[in-house]
Nanobody
Framework: QVQLVESGGALVQPGGSLRLSCVVS????????IGWFRQAPGKEREGVSG???????YYLETVKGRFTISRDDGQNTMYLQMNDLRPEDTAVYFC???????????????????????WGQGTQVTVSS
């Protein structure tokens, strides 16, 4: 059974940093593409960042230069380092895995989310002074 457990969310002031973690069980992470998504109240889920097994990465335009996706396949864990956080980054953040992506863009991230069926509880990130 595939299970993804997110952690690391918190209340942080604007300009602060957080590192989100996602521990994956039930599959071997190094065979899969990875992705981070978020959903703010009243808004649809959006793909924040993704990385293929080949090392291709994707970042939502509004997080480029501030967020960094990474993975530790030995620990079956993926991360999202978030710097210079803004109030508009406030959301519940979720992780997901995909398979067979060679190019990642907004549409591919939507496909990854649509294909993924083992969503966790997410982790709340609140950016506020």
């Amino acid at each position: 059974q595939v299970q993804l457990v997110e952690s690391g969310g918190a209340l942080v002031q604007p300009g602060g940093s957080l590192r989100l973690s996602c521990v994956v069980s039930g599959l071997t992470l190094d065979l899969y593409d990875i992705g981070w998504f978020r959903q703010a109240p009243g808004k649809e889920r959006e793909g924040v960042s993704g990385a293929t097994t080949e090392g291709t990465t994707y970042y939502l335009e509004t997080v480029k230069g501030r967020f960094t996706i990474s993975r530790d396949d030995g620990q079956n864990t993926m991360y999202l380092q978030m710097n210079d956080l803004r109030p508009e980054d406030t959301a519940v953040y979720f992780c997901a895995v995909g398979y067979g992506f060679h190019v990642l863009d907004a549409k591919a991230m939507e496909q990854m989310a649509a294909d993924f069926g083992s969503w966790g509880q997410g982790t709340q990130v609140t950016v506020s002074s």
